[in-house]
């Protein structure tokens, strides 16, 4: 496991369980989106996290910067996301 963030397309970052629970203690704020399966997510998932669940093809896409995460999300998530990003 990598002890800093990995950095994917822009404000993304992957962080490890360890990590986000220790900033989570610590009331740092996350915009928290969880890529499992929706069964998986609906019986059981992080408070206030979303569901974006990406397909191998959908992750290559995102990877490779073909797709960007708001293509992925509802129009609500949208707005919710950009502001917590930041210009």
Same mark, same amino acid.
Request: contains cysteine; hydrophobic residues 40%.
């Given at each position: 496991?990598? $002890?800093? +963030?990995? %950095?994917? *397309?822009?404000? &993304? ?5 360890h990590?986000?629970?220790?900033d989570?203690?610590a ?15 609906? $019986?059981? +998932?992080? %408070?206030? *996290?979303?569901? &974006? ?5 959908i ?23 950009? $502001?917590?990003?930041?210009?």
């Amino acid at each position: 496991m990598a $002890s800093e +963030h990995q %950095s994917i *397309a822009g404000h &993304v970052q992957v962080i490890n369980p360890h990590e986000l629970a220790r900033d989570l203690h610590a009331d740092q704020q996350y915009f928290i989106i969880d890529c499992r399966p929706v069964l998986s997510y609906n $019986s059981c +998932h992080i %408070s206030g *996290a979303i569901n &974006v669940y990406f397909t191998g093809m959908i992750k290559r896409r995102f990877l490779a910067g073909k797709i960007s995460l708001t293509d992925l999300l509802k129009e609500e998530e949208k707005a919710k996301f950009q $502001s917590s990003v930041g210009p």
